[in-house]
């Protein structure tokens, strides 16, 4: 178990210098500091502006080799400061991406973590309603709700959301956010429902899947035979059962709770992770950029380690060699 | 050489090579047994899909007008290439602004149009057609699934087939490169290349191209590694089939399934991708998203335009739940451990 765990962690930890040297190769390669520049300052900026653009953010140092001094190169700088979380300052306003990042978890936060718990047990709950009934009418009919509400784009149930329920409706504000605790919740009902509406349909879908596996298994014959309900196969032996599937999922989801929903965030005006994307996009802002990448992939690679040791935790019949 | 030419060209090859493609699979028992209960499963969807594509191919073939072919004051159409879609329609089918479906006049200064009664579905902010404009994004979506589909299929073949079939260093290498890959969240990764590509329609495809490949390489590793313990593998090697015979005539032949059923699955997902990228400015000109983008603001308006906005999501949703209907259909007729179930 140990030396398992202290491989996985180094296997790890090699994907994150992985991930590392695509950015870099992303980022610094292909796009040089030249390019980000006259992204910054325009096509027609004179040669000393871009230069001094590039001074001024760090870029000037030779990208691959410096014979002077080996450690003054973009790549060394690069892997040194996002392994140490010294993130630097944003191309586009000179804020520390540091200070703005740890502004926009809480909002993130508030809203992903809601929308994630909810729509874990309602989906559970329709997936387990509509595996009870497999093979009737309500299956057939929950399927195909499911396929029908995973064809609408997002982007759609947000605009129809914020029309109908927060324009013509009026019952709760289009979009806007506020920490403070009485009225955190009136911001947030919104955003939440458009977010459990858009995701439900593939969700209970998988879960259905998983489920309707489960039911086929010699456990659940005997458990009938013993004479358990409906409700008591389901909801006792088929969930537990299906917990590998389901802990998988619900493990690797989490780091994006943290990188927050880039749609739900920007249109209903909650300042966090994901409005911070978007607003680098527009203001061709690389460095953040590059940090919400590595960070997101820094929290899944954490995730996935996690889940292969949840798994031993939720079943014993998974042995890590 | 000229874009429409090359638009005309390559439709042709791909016309070409999907009947190429057909024939192919008409030869082959499995194949045609599995198109024929398709067809019998999903025949309103998969109409649906033929409709989209019919009206995409149309709209990929143009010419431009000889000179006596175009009146006095059609004079700017000269040399301007136009689609069988865009013969359709007039060629000066613009107004001014706004103007509700049917109407005859414009929606806020009352002017008269000069297509009174013409514009089905209306006209956006600066007078175009919308029913034309949906028309249109038709081919912009059947080129994003399209384009990216043949960026995507044969890349994760070409490396899961080899990496699962060779094993050893290469193996690691490539699912160290996959794992590498997948670990970061595809819509950053996407906006990451998008940012640093630049944004046009191939880049978007090469972007989506990149982040979508991964799931296909690891399904095609993980079952050439299965089918290269099979025993037929084994009999064929000792027949004396050179390995790059076994690969191509015993392994890939059994991989398809994957194929056919990733591409199905992968399509809806990419044109949804798609859209979200039109909303985060990075998008394809002329796609639906595009026009949702566009239009979403105009629900605020007073009196509300709503045609542009419905019309492109109506035209989204259509293709995406027919592709996704036949994309069920198609992973229960061919996935083997569904293939008894009823659909």
């Known amino acids: ?321 | 050489m000229e874009p429409h030419v090359f638009s005309n060209l390559v439709t042709t090859a791909l016309f070409a090579g999907l009947m190429l493609a057909l024939w192919g699979a008409r030869r082959s028992l499995l194949w045609r047994n599995a198109g024929r209960e398709l067809v019998r499963r999903r025949p309103i969807s998969l109409a649906v899909v033929a409709a989209y594509a019919l009206v995409a191919g149309l709209d990929s073939i143009a010419w431009t007008d000889p000179h006596d072919a175009v009146g006095e004051d059609q004079a700017v159409l000269l040399g301007v290439a136009r689609t069988v879609v865009d013969r359709f329609f007039p060629a000066d089918f613009q107004e001014a602004s706004y103007s509700a479906p049917l109407a005859d006049r414009e929606l806020y200064g009352g002017e008269p149009l000069s297509h009174p009664g013409a514009h089905w579905l209306g006209t956006d902010i600066i007078g175009r057609d919308v029913f034309h404009r949906a028309l249109k994004g038709a081919r912009v979506a059947l080129i994003i699934g399209g384009l990216t589909s043949l960026i995507v299929l044969p890349l994760a073949l070409l490396v899961g087939v080899s990496a699962g079939y060779v094993g050893g260093r290469l193996d690691d290498a490539v699912f160290f490169v996959m794992s590498t890959l997948a670990s970061m969240p595809s819509l950053l990764l996407l906006i990451a290349l998008i940012m640093v590509l630049g944004v046009g329609t191939v880049q978007v495809c090469v972007a989506l191209g990149v982040t979508g490949w991964v799931g296909l390489a690891r399904l095609v590793r993980a079952e050439t590694m299965k089918i290269r313990e099979l025993e037929y593998i084994d009999a064929a090697r000792v027949l004396g089939a050179s390995e790059l015979r076994i690969v191509w005539r015993h392994v890939v032949p059994n991989l398809m399934h994957l194929v056919v059923i990733t591409f199905a699955l992968l399509f809806s997902s990419l044109v949804l991708s798609e859209v979200v990228l039109s909303w985060l400015g990075i998008g394809i000109d002329g796609s639906w998203g595009r026009m949702i983008d566009q239009a979403r603001t105009e629900l605020s308006r007073e009196p509300v335009i709503w045609w542009s906005l419905l019309t492109a999501s109506i035209a989204l949703f259509a293709l995406i739940l027919a592709v996704n209907q036949v994309a069920d259909a198609v992973r229960d007729i061919l996935d083997p451990r569904t293939a008894g179930e009823r659909s």
């Open chain 1, 1 to 321: 178990m140990i030396a398992y765990t202290v491989r996985r962690l180094a296997y790890g930890f090699a994907t994150v210098l992985g991930v590392l040297t695509f950015l870099f190769a992303l980022f610094f390669l292909y796009a040089t500091p030249e390019d980000m520049a006259r992204r910054a300052l325009g096509e027609k900026a004179p040669p000393q502006a871009l230069e001094q653009w590039i001074v001024n953010h760090d870029y000037h140092h030779p990208l691959l080799w410096n014979p002077d001094n080996p450690g003054q190169t973009l790549i060394v700088d690069h892997f040194r400061r996002m392994l140490t979380f010294d993130f630097g300052r944003s191309d586009a306003d000179d804020v520390l991406v540091t200070r703005r990042l740890r502004k926009g978890v809480g909002p993130s936060l508030s809203l992903t973590v809601p929308l994630f718990v909810g729509g874990l047990f309602v989906s559970i709950s329709l997936a387990l309603f509509v595996a009870t009934f497999r093979e009737t009418y309500i299956d057939r009919a929950g399927v195909a709700l499911c396929v029908f509400a995973m064809s609408v784009s997002i982007l759609l149930y947000i605009i129809g959301g914020q029309f109908l329920i927060a324009r013509v409706l009026r019952w709760f504000p289009i979009s806007g956010f506020d920490p403070s605790p009485e009225v955190i919740g009136r911001f947030l009902v919104l955003p939440v429902f458009v977010g459990l509406a858009a995701s439900f349909g593939e969700q209970v879908r998988f879960y259905r899947t998983v489920f309707v596996e489960e039911t086929n298994r010699d456990y659940v014959r005997t458990a009938r035979a013993k004479g358990c309900g409906d409700g008591r196969v389901m909801w006792h032996h088929v969930l537990r059962n299906a917990m590998i599937p389901i802990i998988t999922r619900v493990v690797l989801a989490i780091p994006f709770l943290f990188t927050g929903s880039i749609l739900l965030e920007s249109f209903f005006a909650i300042p966090g992770l994901g409005s911070i994307t978007v607003d680098a996009i527009h203001e061709n802002d690389f460095a953040t950029l590059r940090v919400m990448v590595f960070l997101g992939s820094l929290l899944f690679i954490v995730g996935q380690i996690a889940t292969d040791i949840c798994y031993t935790l939720a079943d014993p019949r998974v042995r890590l060699e």
